[in-house]
């Protein structure tokens, strides 16, 4: 299990997220929405210490840090114990697709070379990636790109995944391929945190959706209750903006 608990940040004046808290059981697939600028993209980065919070904790399994004043020893345990898709892909230049994954495996989790490059090799080959592992990202499309973090996340064999708008730095004919692969991930039984608009994806793989606005948790419930019985006049505002008029219920 995964909990974050009154989670404050602020940028300056700018309080980007106000006493956010959020469960993620062992197993579940977590699916944050929400329009830019109300804190989806922070909060996942306070998990992993990509941002450090003003106050909070954050519980993985039987270990509970605090955010604010979590030691260095603190922030490399839980990015042990954590892995992260970036939506621009944040793979290092000069490495080829396999020295990615090798290299977050060795450098990372202190996994013995051979073992990391075993291990790289079935995640590129789940991928579809297998006659690319010597190709560096400038030689791969932005959906291959994309392939290559996910694989490496996998590998990393964290408790909990965390996805930031992995399909919105993607060509259109590209996004059904990853939000494909993502689900797949998702049925093996990785717990996630996604962040995401994809309303389709949200609604066939989330066992909860959380909605957020302004750094708050407005709305959170499985996503039936969300996409179709919303409770807050917030939330069924977005829903009305995002989704086809066809899918839209009598509730909003």
Request: negative net charge; aromatic residues 6%.
């Amino acid at each position: 299990m995964i909990k974050v608990e009154h989670v404050k940040k602020n940028f300056g004046h700018l309080e980007v997220l106000h006493d956010v808290s959020l469960t993620v059981d062992d197993g579940n697939v977590i699916v944050i929405l929400g329009p830019s600028g109300s804190g989806k993209t922070t909060l996942l980065r306070t998990i992993n210490f990509l941002e450090r919070a003003d106050k909070g904790t954050l519980t993985i399994g039987d270990t509970t840090i605090d955010l604010h004043g979590a030691k260095k020893k603190d922030v490399l345990a839980v990015r042990r114990k954590t892995a992260m898709v970036f939506q621009n892909y944040n793979l290092f230049a000069n490495k080829t697709a396999l020295e990615n994954i090798v290299e977050a495996l060795v450098t990372g989790h202190g996994v013995p070379r051979a073992l990391a490059v075993e291990r790289a090799k079935l995640e590129l080959e789940k991928v579809g990636l297998s006659d690319k592992e010597n190709y560096y990202p400038s030689q791969l499309s932005g959906g291959q790109q994309q392939r290559v973090g996910i694989a490496r996340a996998v590998a990393l064999d964290a408790e909990v995944i965390l996805f930031d708008e992995p399909t919105s730095a993607l060509d259109p004919e590209l996004v059904g391929e990853t939000l494909a692969l993502i689900k797949q991930v998702a049925k093996e039984g990785h717990t996630m945190i996604v962040v995401t608009h994809e309303m389709s994806f949200a609604e066939e793989v989330a066992d909860k959706v959380v909605f957020m606005d302004g750094g708050y948790v407005v709305e959170e419930g499985n996503p039936k209750d969300i996409f179709y019985y919303p409770k807050e006049e917030r939330t069924k505002q977005f829903l009305r903006r995002i989704l086809p008029p066809t899918d839209l219920s009598s509730n909003l």
